[in-house]
């Protein structure tokens, strides 16, 4: 038995951490890309200042985020990978319910919002390792 859920089924947890602030700074190769950082408050017995670590919690604890479960996040790599010139796309093919949990069993939502898969041309590895190795830094 499949069970069908809709995204308003769900509660997404968004909105900023305590005790930090969510910053973003100008990436070094690619000053248009934005690196997020959290500045961490630390006691004021301390002393210090706030400490910035790597933020890897995504656009969900940004206050001025909108979230929208049902449209995904935003493709922000996708003009990258395209003006490299080396992938296609191409129509892909449908999903399956094993896609969407174990068959027979409740199954995770179907996603609305559905996207061309894209793929190497001619057998290249388009992956960060392989550009890595070509000595490529990618944004």
Known sequence: MTLARKPTDFTVTTGPLPASTKRYRPGTLHPDIRVPVREIALHESAGEPPFAV?????????????????AGLPRLRTPWILARGDVDSYPGRAVRPEDNGNPGRAAAMDFPRTHTPLRARGGAAVTQMAYARAGIVTP
């Open 54 to 70: 790597y933020d890897t919690s995504g656009p969900y604890t940004d206050a001025g985020a909108e979230i929208d479960i049902t």
